[in-house]
């Protein structure tokens, strides 16, 4: 999830240069930046005199860049578009080898679902689980009602059904992702 918000700002900035880079090339157009550069030709300026000079280190220079860029570009993308796969099992014995007890994902998210719902506030809950079966980590998805007391409703959260949902799991040190919405505004992510 914390993922989430350095792609946004990655995305974002490419954006904003996008927007400028468009922005300058109209500005250009209605002969902002002087008389008769909307009518120059488009190889007719310094840059393009620069590469025609230096073409001969330039242009394998330019497509090594272009090959790193175009790798960083699919990685990036790789991270944005794949998904964590669920968690389908937890291991809650105490030492994870023997006597193992195993617990199905989908019985757990029920309950967390059923123990969040209750507390005073809560409009909607959202689980998902993910991680390896000895080391599930949890990520909740809580939207208050519009009248809700948010910063009491994360205490009653952080008291009573965390702990409670780390006891039942015998995990006291199960990793819990909280993120708190009011229902048509903005989210204040904790956690």
Request: aromatic share 6%.
């Amino acid at each position: 999830m914390r993922g989430d918000r350095s792609h946004r700002l990655l995305i974002t900035l490419l954006a904003l240069i996008l927007f400028a880079a468009g922005i300058a090339i109209l500005l250009a157009g209605a002969d902002v930046f002087g008389r008769g550069f909307s009518r120059r030709h488009l190889v007719d300026n310094p840059p393009a005199h620069f590469i025609g000079t230096h073409g001969g280190w330039f242009w394998p220079v330019a497509a090594v860049a272009a090959a790193i860029l175009t790798v960083l570009g699919l990685r990036w993308l790789s991270t944005v578009v794949s998904i964590e796969p669920g968690q389908r099992r937890i291991n809650i014995s105490p030492d994870g080898t023997a006597e193992r007890t195993v617990l199905d994902s989908g019985a757990l998210t029920t309950a967390v679902r059923a123990e969040v719902g209750d507390c005073p506030g809560v409009d909607d809950v959202d689980t998902r689980l993910w991680g390896s079966p000895n080391a599930p980590r949890l990520a909740l998805s809580v939207t208050a009602e519009p009248d809700a007391d948010i910063a009491a409703l994360r205490e009653r959260l952080e008291a009573l059904a965390l702990p409670r949902i780390r006891y039942a799991l015998g995990k006291p040190d199960l990793p819990v992702t909280l993120d708190l919405t009011y229902r048509g505004r903005r989210s204040a992510r904790i956690g």
